[in-house]
Protein backbone atom coordinates (compact mmCIF):
# COMPACT_ATOMS: atom_id res chain seq x y z
CA UNK A 1 0.00 0.00 0.00
CA UNK A 2 0.71 3.92 0.01
CA UNK A 3 1.37 5.67 3.48
CA UNK A 4 1.67 9.67 3.19
CA UNK A 5 2.77 11.36 5.95
CA UNK A 6 2.12 14.90 6.69
CA UNK A 7 2.57 17.31 10.01
CA UNK A 8 -1.48 18.09 10.91
CA UNK A 9 -1.35 21.76 11.83
CA UNK A 10 1.60 24.26 11.38
CA UNK A 11 1.76 28.23 12.57
CA UNK A 12 3.87 30.70 11.29
CA UNK A 13 3.68 34.21 11.46
CA UNK A 14 3.20 37.14 8.28
CA UNK A 15 6.49 37.97 6.25
CA UNK A 16 7.92 34.60 7.65
CA UNK A 17 9.22 31.43 6.01
CA UNK A 18 7.59 28.42 6.65
CA UNK A 19 8.59 24.45 5.15
CA UNK A 20 5.34 22.04 5.14
CA UNK A 21 7.05 18.45 5.13
CA UNK A 22 5.95 15.23 3.28
CA UNK A 23 6.99 11.68 3.86
CA UNK A 24 5.72 8.91 1.32
CA UNK A 25 6.33 5.44 0.89
CA UNK A 26 4.86 3.32 -2.59
CA UNK A 27 6.30 1.45 -5.06
CA UNK A 28 6.28 2.82 -8.80
CA UNK A 29 6.71 6.49 -7.72
CA UNK A 30 5.37 9.18 -10.65
CA UNK A 31 5.37 12.22 -9.17
CA UNK A 32 4.66 14.01 -6.33
CA UNK A 33 2.33 17.23 -6.13
CA UNK A 34 1.37 20.27 -3.64
CA UNK A 35 -2.03 21.47 -3.57
CA UNK A 36 -3.42 24.34 -1.45
CA UNK A 37 -6.76 24.11 0.15
CA UNK A 38 -8.74 27.03 1.41
CA UNK A 39 -11.71 26.13 3.87
CA UNK A 40 -14.90 24.63 2.12
CA UNK A 41 -12.87 24.68 -1.36
CA UNK A 42 -11.68 22.87 -4.11
CA UNK A 43 -7.41 22.15 -3.75
CA UNK A 44 -5.83 24.34 -6.20
CA UNK A 45 -2.70 22.96 -7.63
CA UNK A 46 1.13 24.41 -6.64
CA UNK A 47 3.75 22.14 -7.69
CA UNK A 48 4.82 19.11 -9.27
CA UNK A 49 7.85 17.34 -8.56
CA UNK A 50 8.98 13.99 -10.49
CA UNK A 51 12.87 14.17 -10.56
CA UNK A 52 15.07 15.20 -7.47
CA UNK A 53 15.88 18.82 -6.12
CA UNK A 54 14.21 22.08 -5.93
CA UNK A 55 11.29 24.02 -8.41
CA UNK A 56 10.39 27.73 -7.75
CA UNK A 57 8.02 29.33 -8.17
CA UNK A 58 7.52 32.25 -7.01
CA UNK A 59 7.51 32.81 -3.40
CA UNK A 60 6.51 29.19 -3.07
CA UNK A 61 9.16 25.96 -3.68
CA UNK A 62 9.20 22.66 -3.51
CA UNK A 63 11.95 19.61 -3.10
CA UNK A 64 11.46 16.10 -3.86
CA UNK A 65 14.51 13.59 -2.56
CA UNK A 66 13.23 10.01 -4.16
CA UNK A 67 15.54 8.41 -2.32
CA UNK A 68 14.22 9.53 1.11
CA UNK A 69 10.57 9.48 0.28
CA UNK A 70 10.10 13.01 1.28
CA UNK A 71 9.28 16.06 -0.06
CA UNK A 72 9.07 19.68 1.45
CA UNK A 73 6.99 22.81 0.44
CA UNK A 74 8.61 26.42 0.81
CA UNK A 75 6.24 29.11 1.44
CA UNK A 76 8.34 32.51 1.67
CA UNK A 77 7.08 35.77 3.00
CA UNK A 78 3.60 34.67 4.18
CA UNK A 79 0.96 36.43 3.74
CA UNK A 80 -2.29 36.17 5.76
CA UNK A 81 -4.20 34.39 2.78
CA UNK A 82 -1.71 31.96 2.73
CA UNK A 83 -3.85 29.93 5.80
CA UNK A 84 -5.27 27.15 4.18
CA UNK A 85 -4.69 23.39 4.22
CA UNK A 86 -1.29 21.78 2.15
CA UNK A 87 -2.39 18.83 0.78
CA UNK A 88 0.37 16.28 -0.30
CA UNK A 89 -0.43 13.89 -3.28
CA UNK A 90 1.23 11.09 -4.85
CA UNK A 91 1.08 9.22 -8.03
CA UNK A 92 2.58 5.74 -8.42
CA UNK A 93 2.27 4.72 -12.18
CA UNK A 94 1.13 6.24 -15.60
CA UNK A 95 -0.07 9.45 -16.47
CA UNK A 96 -3.50 8.73 -15.10
CA UNK A 97 -3.11 6.54 -12.11
CA UNK A 98 -5.53 8.03 -9.39
CA UNK A 99 -3.25 10.50 -6.43
CA UNK A 100 -3.25 9.20 -3.26
CA UNK A 101 -3.24 12.31 -1.13
CA UNK A 102 -2.16 12.77 2.61
CA UNK A 103 -4.21 14.28 4.89
CA UNK A 104 -3.22 17.08 5.20
CA UNK A 105 -1.43 20.39 6.91
CA UNK A 106 -3.91 23.09 8.52
CA UNK A 107 -1.29 26.39 8.03
CA UNK A 108 -2.30 29.52 10.14
CA UNK A 109 -0.60 32.51 9.42
CA UNK A 110 -0.84 34.52 12.34
CA UNK A 111 0.30 38.93 12.56
CA UNK B 1 -13.30 28.55 -20.69
CA UNK B 2 -13.08 24.86 -19.91
CA UNK B 3 -13.40 23.81 -16.90
CA UNK B 4 -15.54 21.03 -14.11
CA UNK B 5 -18.25 21.47 -12.97
CA UNK B 6 -20.47 19.68 -10.25
CA UNK B 7 -23.78 20.39 -8.75
CA UNK B 8 -25.55 20.95 -6.95
CA UNK B 9 -22.86 22.53 -4.31
CA UNK B 10 -25.04 22.11 -1.40
CA UNK B 11 -27.29 18.76 -1.29
CA UNK B 12 -29.90 17.09 1.83
CA UNK B 13 -30.31 14.01 1.88
CA UNK B 14 -33.13 11.88 4.08
CA UNK B 15 -32.07 8.48 5.11
CA UNK B 16 -33.13 5.76 2.81
CA UNK B 17 -32.94 7.52 -0.43
CA UNK B 18 -29.91 7.52 -3.20
CA UNK B 19 -28.80 11.09 -4.57
CA UNK B 20 -26.80 11.57 -7.78
CA UNK B 21 -24.22 14.16 -7.98
CA UNK B 22 -22.73 15.65 -11.10
CA UNK B 23 -19.75 16.16 -12.49
CA UNK B 24 -18.99 17.61 -16.14
CA UNK B 25 -15.98 18.56 -17.93
CA UNK B 26 -15.42 20.46 -21.17
CA UNK B 27 -11.30 19.85 -20.86
CA UNK B 28 -10.93 16.71 -23.19
CA UNK B 29 -9.36 15.08 -20.08
CA UNK B 30 -9.69 11.58 -20.71
CA UNK B 31 -9.49 10.41 -16.91
CA UNK B 32 -12.27 11.69 -14.04
CA UNK B 33 -12.19 10.41 -10.68
CA UNK B 34 -14.57 10.91 -7.31
CA UNK B 35 -12.96 11.59 -3.85
CA UNK B 36 -14.29 12.23 -0.84
CA UNK B 37 -13.10 14.52 1.79
CA UNK B 38 -14.25 14.64 5.66
CA UNK B 39 -13.11 17.18 8.82
CA UNK B 40 -9.52 16.46 9.20
CA UNK B 41 -9.23 14.18 6.48
CA UNK B 42 -7.18 13.97 3.05
CA UNK B 43 -8.99 13.19 0.51
CA UNK B 44 -10.11 9.58 -0.39
CA UNK B 45 -10.74 8.06 -4.02
CA UNK B 46 -14.22 6.09 -4.59
CA UNK B 47 -13.68 5.57 -8.15
CA UNK B 48 -11.98 6.36 -11.13
CA UNK B 49 -12.40 6.75 -14.90
CA UNK B 50 -9.63 6.77 -17.47
CA UNK B 51 -11.78 6.44 -20.76
CA UNK B 52 -15.26 6.24 -21.35
CA UNK B 53 -17.62 3.23 -20.36
CA UNK B 54 -15.10 1.89 -17.90
CA UNK B 55 -14.32 2.62 -14.33
CA UNK B 56 -12.77 1.01 -11.13
CA UNK B 57 -13.58 1.02 -7.33
CA UNK B 58 -11.13 3.28 -5.27
CA UNK B 59 -10.53 2.65 -1.77
CA UNK B 60 -13.90 3.51 -0.35
CA UNK B 61 -16.32 2.70 -3.14
CA UNK B 62 -19.24 0.67 -1.05
CA UNK B 63 -22.40 2.22 -0.91
CA UNK B 64 -21.66 4.33 -4.34
CA UNK B 65 -22.05 3.84 -7.87
CA UNK B 66 -20.53 5.44 -11.33
CA UNK B 67 -21.71 5.73 -15.13
CA UNK B 68 -18.80 6.75 -17.90
CA UNK B 69 -21.09 7.53 -20.84
CA UNK B 70 -19.78 10.15 -22.67
CA UNK B 71 -16.37 11.56 -21.57
CA UNK B 72 -17.43 14.96 -20.92
CA UNK B 73 -19.56 13.31 -17.85
CA UNK B 74 -18.70 11.29 -14.73
CA UNK B 75 -22.06 11.15 -12.33
CA UNK B 76 -21.72 9.65 -8.65
CA UNK B 77 -24.64 7.97 -7.10
CA UNK B 78 -24.67 7.72 -3.20
CA UNK B 79 -26.75 4.94 -2.56
CA UNK B 80 -28.61 4.18 0.20
CA UNK B 81 -26.14 1.67 1.45
CA UNK B 82 -23.76 3.88 2.34
CA UNK B 83 -23.89 3.86 5.76
CA UNK B 84 -22.46 8.18 6.29
CA UNK B 85 -22.82 9.85 3.34
CA UNK B 86 -22.47 13.05 5.12
CA UNK B 87 -19.40 14.21 3.42
CA UNK B 88 -17.46 16.91 0.69
CA UNK B 89 -17.67 15.35 -2.60
CA UNK B 90 -14.71 16.06 -5.18
CA UNK B 91 -14.74 15.67 -8.69
CA UNK B 92 -11.41 15.65 -10.60
CA UNK B 93 -10.06 15.14 -14.12
CA UNK B 94 -6.96 15.06 -16.09
CA UNK B 95 -5.17 15.03 -19.11
CA UNK B 96 -2.09 11.69 -19.58
CA UNK B 97 0.17 14.11 -19.22
CA UNK B 98 1.78 12.72 -16.17
CA UNK B 99 3.06 16.28 -14.43
CA UNK B 100 -0.40 18.17 -15.23
CA UNK B 101 -1.89 17.18 -11.95
CA UNK B 102 -5.71 17.27 -11.47
CA UNK B 103 -8.31 20.24 -12.11
CA UNK B 104 -10.94 20.03 -9.52
CA UNK B 105 -14.41 21.05 -9.67
CA UNK B 106 -16.14 23.35 -7.27
CA UNK B 107 -17.46 20.05 -4.96
CA UNK B 108 -20.75 19.29 -3.24
CA UNK B 109 -21.47 19.48 0.24
CA UNK B 110 -23.67 16.38 0.94
CA UNK B 111 -25.71 15.90 3.68
CA UNK B 112 -27.73 13.42 6.07
CA UNK B 113 -31.17 15.21 7.69
Known amino acids: GQNIDQPTEMTATEGAIVQINCTYQ??????LFWYQQHAGEAPTFLSY????GLEEKGRFSSFLSRSKGYSYLLLKELQMKDSASYLC????????????FGKGTRLSVIA | DGGITQSPKYLFRKEGQNVTLSCEQN?????MYWYRQDPGQGLRLIYY???????QKGDIAEGYSVSREKKESFPLTVTSAQKNPTAFYLC????????????FGSGTRLTVV
Open chain 1, 89 to 100: AVRSGAGNTPLV
Open chain 2, 27 to 31: LNHDA
Open chain 1, 49 to 52: NVLD
Open chain 2, 92 to 103: ASSSRQANYGYT
Open chain 1, 26 to 31: TSGFNG
Open chain 2, 49 to 55: SQIVNDF
